[in-house]
């Protein structure tokens, strides 16, 4: 099972897509988990593969 990464989040996203680029090694992450937070955001978690990091965003709902 893969590790979660829970980092905090660093910017607000107002479009989500399904990949974005590592702030790491550049490599594209995948959109890994939406968590619900609150009435007006949810929790974006981005996880990149090759260099095992993790990034996560809130974004307005």
Known sequence: MLPTFRPTPTCTRFQA???MPC?????????????PQGHSYDL???HCV??????SFLQAI
């Open 17 to 19: 897509t399904t990949e």
């Open 23 to 35: 702030m790491k090694c550049g490599v594209p992450m995948r959109l890994a988990l939406i968590e």
């Open 44 to 46: 974006l978690t981005y």
């Open 50 to 55: 090759p260099c095992d990091s993790g990034e």
